[in-house]
């Protein structure tokens, strides 16, 4: 398709991290990138100009079953599509819904002609087929739509891992004849849980449907990321060179860096804005619980040396107060800090690949950084 193309600008000879670039009809995306998320065509407590100018996203994405329930895609379609209806501007990308049937659903059935659930919303019976999730998605209209897929949990076992990547890749064959809108790239997903063999076959057989990107799904969906690096480590070698990679539902600071050193492109996940909303911070040390009392009368930014409108212009007393008021202005600030720290330091990686030291940028990142959660820091492969 004319209208999307990806090119390879740069690959780092330390560690073979790249950076690129990915045309799409609303703008150019600069990878490697982090896509902060607008489930409900909105990115939580930000207006788009606080997304574009102040956390300067080059693209967001909204969700294909969020937006199906409500406000449904007839409407959006009517209003112009999502970018009118929204008023952003830049490329959007729509998941397919399928990880949200099976993960919010508290009772659905799947069959291979698609599945049975329940609203959350309203209890209300609904059945979502390969084909319907690509005529919801052509009517949002985002740049980058998803494949319907089936995801499993973590700790899924083979057999039901198989039949779910067997049922997955069914599924893209109708998704990949069913959609008709050239204006839309559809990137296929890869699944087969924590099974290499699964995985293979998966993405052998996936890649068959990549025209100008993929996505690699079922990853954090609660195993180790230890695991998640050794299965990234694995899939490495099948990759394309001409196609961007997408890694769905990831996006903490250590993933993104390990996501790259990888060879991942891109990256999406709901955490910046959610931990603000709960008083906490991101940094390049770590995780700042910026709601605790160590802050009460601590004056300074967020983090020094961040160019964040929040980091600017308050403390992380003041911040602390509205959180602990229940301000909402507390959680919209550390928001756009959040937002803005991980597209900062999406832009901080792909400087250190132009400058061929993403190795050294790896290694003091990683050696600074700590999650917070007991996990061990899992070296990358860097033999691939």
């Known amino acids: 398709m004319e209208q999307f193309r990806y090119e390879v600008l740069h690959t780092c000879k330390q560690s073979g991290a790249r950076v690129g670039r990915l045309y799409t009809p609303h703008g150019v995306i600069d990878t490697p990138v982090y896509m902060p998320v607008g489930t409900n065509a909105s990115v939580k407590s930000l ?26 895609e007839d409407l959006v379609a009517k209003a112009g599509g999502l970018h009118k209806f929204m008023n952003w501007h830049k490329p959007i990308l ?6 949200q049937v099976f993960s919010l659903s508290k009772m659905n059935k ?27 998605e052509q009517k949002l209209g985002a740049d980058i739509i998803m494949a319907f897929d089936e995801c499993t949990e973590g700790h899924a076992d ?23 809108r050239e204006d839309q790239m559809l990137f296929p997903i890869v699944q087969g ?20 990107g993929f996505s690699i799904g079922g990853l954090s969906v609660g195993e180790p990321k ?31 860096v390990e996501g790259v050193m990888r060879g991942i492109d891109m990256f999406d996940c709901v955490l910046a804005t959610r931990i603000a909303r709960n008083g906490t911070a991101l940094t390049r040390e770590g995780n700042l619980t910026v709601r605790n009392g160590a802050y009460k009368e601590d004056f300074r930014p967020v983090e020094e040396g961040c160019d964040c409108y929040c980091c600017q212009n308050f403390s992380r007393a003041y911040i602390r107060h509205l959180i602990n008021a229940d301000e909402i202005l507390g959680g919209e600030l550390l928001s756009i800090h959040n937002t803005r720290f991980l597209t900062r330091l999406m832009e901080d990686i792909r400087k250190a690949i132009w400058e061929d030291r993403f190795l050294d940028f790896y290694k003091e990142f990683t050696e600074k950084y700590t999650w917070g959660h007991g996990g061990k820091k899992q070296e990358a492969n860097l033999s691939k």
């Open 110 to 136: 799947i069959t291979d002609e698609g599945v049975h659930f329940s609203s959350y919303i309203d209890g209300k019976k609904l059945f979502m087929t390969p084909e319907l999730a690509i005529d919801v």
């Open 193 to 212: 849980n924590m099974y290499k063999d699964l995985r293979q076959k998966s993405i052998e057989e996936t890649l068959k449907y990549a025209k100008c």
């Open 94 to 99: 729509t998941d397919s819904g399928g990880f």
């Open 158 to 180: 083979y057999n039901t891992s198989k039949r779910a990547m067997e049922r997955t890749l069914k599924w893209l064959d109708r998704c990949y004849k069913h959609k008709t």
């Open 226 to 256: 230890e695991v998640m690096y050794d299965i990234l480590d694995f899939l490495r070698p099948f990759y394309p060179e001409d196609q961007p990679r997408y890694l769905m539902g990831v996006g903490s600071p250590d993933c993104l």
């Open 47 to 72: 207006t788009p100009k606080v997304v574009d100018e102040d956390c300067k996203a080059s693209i967001i994405l909204a969700n294909t079953y969020h937006l199906f329930l409500r406000p449904g």
